[in-house]
Structures are given as C-alpha cells and as structure tokens.
C-alpha cells in the first residue's frame, strides 16, 4: 500500500490550514502526524479520510486518485477522540457495525467480533452499552471497530487525548501491538511527543500547515532540522554561533556552513555537564527535582543553559560550576 | 463506486451498497417541511395581508383600514382588549416574581408541589378558568352562595381573574429561569461591604432579571390579548378584540374588516416576540460559567408573608381548577352536591365525537409535526450557511403570530372557491396542521437543540464505516434524538388537545373539536356539561403528560443516560 499526498493545499476563509503539503506513506508502517494545534494535522487527517475535501492537489492510493471517493467508500477505519461509539448499541454491535452495512452473513460477523474482542482483551463485555464502560475500554472498542472490516489504512484522531495518564500510557503500548500484529498502515494525528515517539515509525513535524521535518523519531530528536523542532522535541538549549564560538568552540566541528545569524546550535540538556568546582565560571541558579532526574539552570557567560543532572549531584542555587559539552550530542538547526 | 473501493471490497470480501439516493433523501428533507412552512405558515399571512387591502367592491386600497375604524365598537375592544392586557401584565408580574423568588430563592418548602399545581392550566384549555371562575363566583357560584350576595363575575373582573390564572405559570416559569441564574458571589460581595437586604434586591436582583421580566411581560400580554377561550365564557358584555375580530368574520361574514384585525393584533405579539428574543440572549449570555449558586437561608419577615401569598396563588389555581372537575360530578350545582356521572352523557353537538376529533387531529398533528420539524432540523445542517439562516428565521416566526391571527388567515387562504387548496377546507387535516404551525417555532427550538446533541464524530464514524446518508440518519441521529422526538411529539399533542384559538376559524358544523364542545356547552347553559367535556380534555391531556414522562425515563434508562 502507497498512500501519497501531492501538494495539498486547504484554506478556510483567509486562514491557510494546510500549504502545499506533500507525503508518501508505504507498507504497514505508523505514522505520526505532530504539531501544536492549529498546525493542520487534523485537517490533513480529514482530507486523507474523505471528510473534508483539499482546495487543491491530490491524494493517491497506490497511484489512483481518491479525491472521487467519498468517505463511505474509502473503507478507511477511523478512531477519534471522543470515543464516537454508537450510543443505542451493545459493544458487539458497534464492532459488528461496519460489517452488517456489508451486508455480511450473521454467522460470520459473531465470529469475527468474538475474534476482535479477544484481540482487545474485551471478550467479557460483549454485551455492554458504551456508557458501561471506562474511557480506555470504549477506546479500544473504536479501535476493533475500525480495524474490523479490515481497512486498507487506520486513522487515528488524537485517540488517547481524552484519557487519563496511566490508561493512556497502557494504550499506548496496547495500540502498537495491534498495529504490528495487523500489519494495517496507521497514521495518527497527535500533539504529545512522548506519545509519537513512542508510537511511530516515522513522525511529521508540522507547524502552521507546512511539515517541518519527516523521520524515525530518534532522527528527529537527536537531529532536529528546524529550530522548531528542536523546541517542540523535548526542550533544547538553543545557541547563537558567536556565543558558541566564545564559550564551546568544539560545537563548531559539525556546523554547516554559512552566516552567523543561519544557525543556531541544538544541545540537549543530557548532553551538557557540570563540575562543582570553585573556579567555576558558572553560577547555579535554581534545580528542579523531577525524580529520577533533576533538571539544573545554570547562568554562564551571559546565558541560561538548560542542564540534565542526577539527583544526588547535590548543586545548590549559587554554587560554582563548570560547564562542559558533549560535542557528538549537539546538532545544528536552522534558526 | 469508484476502482479503489471496489478493490478494497474484493479484498476483504465485505461488499459495499452504493450511496446512490443519499442526495434525494438530504433534497426531500429539505424541500418537504420547507414547502409546508410556505403554504402552511408564509401564504396564509400574505393573503390576509392582501385581503385587508382588498375592499367589498373588488378594489385595492385601505377601505377595510378605514371601514374598520368606522366600526361601532371597535375602538371600544381595542381600548378594553388594552386595558385587560395591561391590567393582566401587571397583576401576572407581581404576583409571578412572588411565586418564583418564593420557590428560588426560599427555604419556603413545596415548590415541587406548587409547580406541579402551576402545570394544570397549561394542561386544560384556558376557558376551563373562566368555567372554574363561574362555578366559584358567578350567579349560581360556591362562594356567591356562602356570601349569600350576588357577585357579578361576568365582565372585566372575570375576565381579569381568569387571565391573570391562565398566563401567571407561563410568567413564573420565565421568571424561575431568569433567578436560577444567580451567583452568591456579588451577594456575598454586596454583604461584606455592608448593603442590607433590601439593598441587595435593588441592586443585585432585580436589575438581573430585568430581561426576565420584559419578556415575562410581552408574554402575558400577548396571551391575554389573543385569548378567546375566556372571552366567550366570562367575557359577558365587555368586548373585546379576540371576540371582536370572531364576531366581524364569522357573524357579518366582513373578511376584509377581520384580515385588518388580524394584521393589528400581529403588531403587538411580533414586537413582543422580538423584544423578548433579544431580552433572552441579553438575559442569559452575561451568566458566568462558574455561578455559584446563593445559600438560601430562613427570614421570617420575608419568608412568612412570600408563603402565605404564594399559598394564596397557588391555592387559586387549583381551587379553580379543582371545582371545574368536582362541579362535574354534582347533580345540580350548586343546590344538590350529590355524586352523578349524568353530566358525562353529553347531549350537545354531537356527544363526545368532538374529543375523538380532537384526539385524531392532536395525533396527526403531533405526528406530521414531529416528522417535518424533524426533516427540516435535519435538512437546515446540510444548508450552506445563509439558506440556513432564512429557513431558520421563517420557522421561528409562527411564535410571534397569535393562534387567533393563524387561524383566520386560513380561511383566506383556503377556503377560495375554486383554488385547489380549498380541497383541505373544513378537514381534519387543516385543523391538524393548522396547530402544528401555531406551535411550529417552540417544537423546532426544541429539535434544533436535540440535534446539536448528535455528536459530529459519531456521524463521521458511521460514515467511514461505510455508512449512507439514510443509515447514518437510522443508526446515529434517529436513536440519539429519540427524546428529543417523543418530547415534541407530545408538546404538539398536548397543545393541539387544549388550543381553542386559532382552529375556531375552522370548525364546521360537521367537523367540531374538544375545547370548541365546551364552549357551545357553555353558551348552551349546560355548564355541568362543559365541566364534564372539560374534565375529559384534562384528563386525556394528563394521561398524555404521564405518558411522555414514562416514555422519557424508560429512554434514559435504557439509554443509561440519567
């Protein structure tokens, strides 16, 4: 399966939601659409699913032209963030659903459905309204919905936004085991990068209807293309040229070339040091107890870095620091 | 369907129906209510208005305008019709912000008890108060008997007393609104900085529910001055426009003179009707999310004196009521209290056919209405924008046109000989949908809610799971609705059981209703009779009430919605 996106492009009124966005999504892997809202990952997601329709471009699916094919038609299974199960029907049912509108012989759908909730670990609450179940339980519910007239592509609407911490973190894992078992091509739309990280193959970064950077995740973290990404992946210190090339000249070894202002140096709070150390240039500013972790901010040659430390460094605010870099770990963004 | 479908369809061997008449259901449920609000709701309005400009002699101009004015009496209603509306106002204002401060903002108990009595005259045709009144206070009345002195009911008082009863529950339930929505937070404010109680009602409470009681206002107004019912039984020699206009159209057959009338009596209601639409987002737009609602506490001072008047009120109503049914079962009121069912043997127009009409004609009527408000809620979504927005105003309207005004301009724009309309003159149809569209705007207000209920997302999920306009419409919107439908199904029923109003223009010797029987009873004098009819009308009203309750706590439960 080849799902390939070719500039497209939708405005509402003036507001330009997607710009000429252009994508391929091959074989069974899980993509991340991901961005602060507004950036239009929604929107691209309802273009791809047939319920919106792009201004212009196109949409392909293995070659053919989709922007014909009415939702209904697409047979795309889709999970939003409400959990969008039908009210009036039993948790069988609403799995069934999608196959009695195929007109699918009874017998056949029962044993389909006892099969999916087997899958969702559900087999007990066949026979339940969705209102009798929890958030995480009605989710999963959605999840063997949509997969059970075996789709050609999964959407996922921000599916695990409504839920609370733990359940969403179970779900997490939940969804990506059935993603791999099913072999189905999923692309979800997300705004928590924790979740997209650990959930995708490969992530869009997208910010105000334009892809940032498209990449395994690892790629995007440790090598961020835009200050953007940079920022929007964990939290980074970011370093102007001339200060780098004050404080950590050893940076400069993997900086591209060009104008001073092209560039900003990305380091990652884990990749920078401190040494208590009398002489120190640095000056402690405060430390912030995250529990396995500490995060420190450290005042050094008229900025602030952001620096990873373990809990037991025992740095007090106003003590003396040196400051050292990990060069491999630094990359460079454009600014 | 398109190659791509098909192929996923052959793949998984789940084949896909097309959507083929998807476009002709969203058209029909645009077109079909659309083109009943025309002919059913616009038409009838524009030929009164074009009646009015056309004069006994076939030309155009405002001869009726003129004629009008020169009609003995009519300046005389109009300045009645004027006074009992205003006298009404400001009695129902009064006495309503009591009745609903005593049960919003008291420790006052029985509010339960006090809404359920103020339900009754909303259940029971209002010339069931001006009968109630007349077995209380009138030559042969309970009262009248104890005092041991003639009252004379007839006229202004009466006629004050039974309207005052009949639109004081419509004042207090807006009123009710209008003070539920308190913070205790400015209270609290206004007590830290020292405002007494009485301080704190003129600065804090009333000015909150200003708007509350402008529209509690035009409500009561425009009832009173359109009701018919009890001008006709307690009315006496006072006239007034409601029976002016009857007696102009269907006594001396002056259709023109009545058309002019009818676009008079429009005047008032469609500037009330505007005026309270604005008051109520003004009103309910400025609460905050947050409010904290006010600790009631006990005063004596203000409590005592609230309850005994609101025990007052309440006991008037009921008692009112009470002996409209008890006077029903008297052998000769008031001289022989002894148990009688005789009464029920109605030997008037037709014995009970009239209720069994009236029965007909509620369900059709609650049956049409319901499908074409539904059809048309579900229509308006698949609008762009500003047809949306015409369609809605137009089906809003009929609030603001009085049942009186509704009812005589369909004689204008059905009963024309030779005009293929005229076929539905005189059936049961008209009178059905001539009350469907008398209560057209508060049912579809009521729908347009229950449809913003529908979640989008479960529509787009049934959508990408293959779903037509028509399954989407039986699996999603119809089964989430289904409140929804019962409550207007029933609020129709319920309406058209009690309305007297706008279908008195359109009963025929052969074709009488319910609220129509009583008042032939009445003027017959079979006034035991008329409580018996009436008794019926109640009783069948009720059972629909209860009815609709069961139907919607069976729904809620089954739907595990609490």
């Known amino acids: 399966m080849t799902l390939e996106l070719d500039r497209l492009h939708k405005t509402f009124d003036d507001f330009i939601a997607l710009d000429r966005v252009s994508l391929k999504v091959e074989g069974s892997e899980f993509v991340c659409l991901l961005g602060p809202s507004g950036c239009g990952k929604t929107t691209l997601l309802r273009i791809i699913a047939g319920l919106l329709t792009q201004d212009s471009g196109r949409l392909l699916l293995d070659g053919q032209d989709l922007s014909a094919v009415p939702a209904r038609e697409r047979g795309f299974g889709i999970v939003f963030q409400s959990y969008s199960l039908f009210p009036n029907m039993t948790v069988a049912e609403n799995i069934g659903y999608g196959m009695r509108i195929r007109k699918v012989e009874h017998g056949r759908i029962a044993a389909r459905v006892a099969e999916l909730l087997e899958l969702i670990k559900l087999p007990h609450l066949a026979d339940r309204l969705p209102y009798q179940l929890s958030g995480g339980q009605q989710q999963r519910v959605a999840l063997a919905r949509a997969v059970a007239v075996d789709p050609r592509l999964i959407l996922l609407d921000e599916p695990l936004s409504a839920l609370d911490a733990k359940v969403r973190a179970d779900l997490r894992v939940e969804i990506r085991e059935l993603q791999r078992r099913l072999g189905i091509p999923t692309i979800m739309v997300t705004h928590d990068q924790e979740e997209a990280m650990v959930l995708s193959d490969r992530i869009v970064c997208m910010n105000a209807g334009r892809i940032e950077q498209v990449g395994k995740p690892q790629e995007l973290y440790l090598r961020p293309a835009t200050k953007f990404v940079a920022d929007f992946m964990g939290s980074s210190n970011l370093?102007?040229?001339?200060?780098?090339?004050?404080?950590?000249?050893?940076?400069?070894?993997?900086?591209?070339?060009?104008?001073d202002a092209d560039y900003l140096a990305c380091l990652r709070p884990e990749h920078v040091r401190l040494q208590p150390l009398a002489s120190g240039e640095a000056k402690v500013v405060d430390v912030t107890f995250l529990g396995n972790i500490s995060r420190t901010r450290v005042a050094w040659k008229g900025r602030e870095l952001m620096v990873q430390t373990g809990p037991i460094d025992g740095v007090a605010p106003g003590a003396a620091v040196a400051v050292s870099a990990d060069a491999a770990g630094c990359g460079w963004v454009r600014a | 369907m398109s190659i791509v479908a098909v192929e996923v369809a052959e793949r998984t061997g789940f084949r896909l129906r097309r959507a083929g008449n998807d476009r002709l259901l969203i058209t029909a449920a645009i077109v079909l209510p659309c083109l009943a609000l025309l002919i059913f709701f616009v038409f009838p309005l524009a030929m009164m208005l074009w009646r009015s400009l056309v004069a006994d002699d076939g030309s155009i101009g405002f001869a009726n305008y003129i004629a009008l004015a020169r009609t003995p009496g009519i300046i005389k209603a109009t300045l009645n019709s004027l006074t009992l509306g205003l006298a009404t106002t400001a009695i129902c204002l009064v006495l309503g912000f009591v009745l609903a401060y005593t049960m919003t903002r008291t420790r006052v108990p029985g509010a339960r008890i006090i809404s359920g009595v103020l339900a009754l005259p909303m259940l029971a045709p209002s010339l069931v108060l001006g009968l109630g009144l007349i077995f209380l206070l009138g030559r042969n009345?309970?009262?009248?008997?104890?005092?041991?002195?003639?009252?004379?009911?007839?006229?202004?008082?009466?006629?004050?007393?039974?309207?005052?009863?009949?639109?004081?529950?419509?004042?207090?339930?807006?009123?009710?609104?209008?003070l539920a929505h308190?913070?205790?937070?400015?209270?609290?404010?206004?007590?830290?900085?020292?405002?007494?109680?009485?301080?704190?009602?003129?600065?804090?409470?009333?000015?909150?529910?200003?708007?509350?009681?402008?529209?509690?206002?035009?409500?009561?107004?425009?009832?009173?001055?359109?009701?018919?019912?009890?001008?006709?039984?307690?009315?006496?020699?006072?006239?007034?426009?409601?029976?002016?206009?009857?007696?102009?159209?269907?006594?001396?057959?002056?259709?023109?003179?009545?058309?002019?009338?009818?676009?008079?009596?429009?005047?008032?209601?469609?500037?009330?009707?505007?005026?309270?639409?604005?008051?109520?987002?003004?009103?309910?737009?400025?609460?905050?999310?947050?409010?904290?609602?006010?600790?009631?506490?006990?005063?004596?001072?203000?409590?005592?004196p609230l309850a005994i008047v609101t025990g007052l009120a309440t006991f008037s109503v009921l008692a009112v009521i009470g002996v409209v049914i008890y006077a029903s079962f008297m052998r000769l009121w008031p001289y022989r209290l002894t148990f009688t069912l005789k009464h029920y043997d109605i030997t008037l127009s037709g014995g009970y056919a009239p209720l069994w009409t009236s029965l007909l004609v509620s369900v059709v009527a609650a049956g049409l209405g319901t499908f074409l408000l539904f059809a048309l809620v579900y229509g308006i979504r698949r609008l762009p924008s500003w047809p949306a927005k015409i369609v809605y105003l137009v089906a809003t309207m009929p609030v603001g046109v009085p049942g009186l005004v509704l009812g005589l301009s369909y004689i204008f724009a059905f009963n024309i000989a030779g005009s293929p309309l005229s076929v539905l003159y005189g059936s049961l149809l008209l009178l059905a949908l001539c009350n469907f569209y008398h209560y057209h705007t508060q049912g579809f207000l009521t729908m347009v809610t229950g449809m913003r209920a529908v979640p989008p997302a479960l529509e787009e999920a049934a959508t990408c799971l293959g779903s037509g306009a028509g399954q989407v419409l039986a699996n999603v919107i119809i089964p989430v609705m289904t409140p929804t439908l019962v409550s207007v199904f029933f609020f129709l029923f319920m309406r058209s059981m009690v309305t007297l109003s706008a279908v008195i223009f359109l009963v025929t010797?052969?074709?009488?209703?319910?609220?129509?029987?009583?008042?032939?009873?009445?003027?017959?004098?079979?006034?035991?009779?008329?409580?018996?009819?009436?008794?019926?009308?109640?009783?069948?009203?009720?059972?629909?009430?209860?009815?609709?309750?069961?139907a919607l706590k069976w729904l809620a439960v089954r739907g595990g919605r609490r």
């Open chain 1, 239 to 259: 370093l102007p040229t001339d200060w780098v090339r004050d404080a950590m000249p050893a940076l400069l070894a993997s900086r591209p070339d060009g104008a």
């Open chain 2, 141 to 178: 009345g309970l009262i009248s008997g104890m005092l041991g002195k003639r009252i004379d009911i007839y006229g202004f008082p009466g006629l004050l007393i039974a309207d005052v009863l009949y639109a004081l529950p419509q004042a207090v339930l807006i009123l009710k609104a209008a």
């Open chain 2, 182 to 304: 308190a913070d205790a937070r400015y209270y609290d404010a206004a007590e830290v900085m020292g405002a007494g109680r009485w301080r704190q009602f003129f600065d804090i409470t009333l000015p909150h529910v200003k708007f509350g009681l402008l529209s509690a206002g035009f409500v009561v107004f425009t009832v009173t001055i359109t009701d018919f019912g009890n001008a006709a039984v307690i009315g006496g020699d006072y006239a007034v426009l409601a029976t002016e206009i009857y007696n102009q159209v269907t006594g001396q057959m002056k259709f023109g003179i009545g058309a002019v009338v009818g676009l008079l009596l429009l005047a008032p209601t469609g500037l009330a009707v505007y005026i309270e639409r604005v008051a109520a987002q003004r009103q309910f737009g400025g609460g905050s999310e947050g409010a904290l609602p006010p600790q009631l506490s006990f005063v004596p001072a203000r409590d005592v």
């Open chain 2, 509 to 550: 010797p052969s074709l009488g209703i319910a609220a129509v029987s009583v008042m032939r009873l009445d003027e017959a004098g079979f006034v035991s009779q008329a409580a018996a009819f009436s008794t019926c009308i109640m009783a069948v009203v009720c059972a629909a009430a209860l009815v609709m309750q069961l």
